[in-house]
């Protein structure tokens, strides 16, 4: 059974930085890509970031390039976003998600649908 478990959401003020943990559980993260996506009320689930399996595709969301960074820990088997320069466009609930496919990623990476496994969520909320 696949687990995704998302930590280091938080309360900052704009400029601030938050880095959020993702621990993967079932599954490895160098067999399987992992997504970061985020979603505010009433609004779909957006893409963030996503690194691949082989840990040599990465991209990011326009919005959040060149502020966010994701990286992983293959020992710990966890991905982490790393968010510098934190807005108050920038909060909301974020989500790790992971694809049951092994070895897998190609340009739909950035469409939730593609992904199997979510976490609970973690909460970011940024005053201006």
């Known amino acids: 059974q696949v687990q995704l478990v998302e930590s280091g959401g938080g309360s900052v003020q704009a400029g601030d930085s938050l880095r959020l943990s993702c621990a993967v559980s079932?599954?490895?993260?160098?067999?399987?890509?992992v997504g970061w996506f985020r979603q505010v009320p009433g609004k779909e689930r957006e893409f963030v970031a996503v690194m691949s399996w082989s840990g040599n595709r990465i991209h990011y969301a326009d919005s959040v390039k060149g502020r966010f960074t994701i990286a992983r820990d293959n020992a710990k088997n966890t991905v982490s976003l790393q968010m510098d320069n934190l807005q108050p466009e920038d909060a909301a609930v974020y989500y790790c998600?992971?694809?049951?496919?092994?070895?897998?990623?190609?340009?739909?990476?950035?469409?939730?649908?593609?992904?199997?496994?979510w976490g609970q969520g973690t909460q970011v909320t940024v005053s201006a």
């Open positions: 998600a992971t694809p049951r496919r092994r070895f897998w990623i190609d340009e739909t990476y950035s469409t939730a649908g593609m992904y199997d496994d």
């Open positions: 079932g599954q490895l993260v160098t067999s399987h890509t």
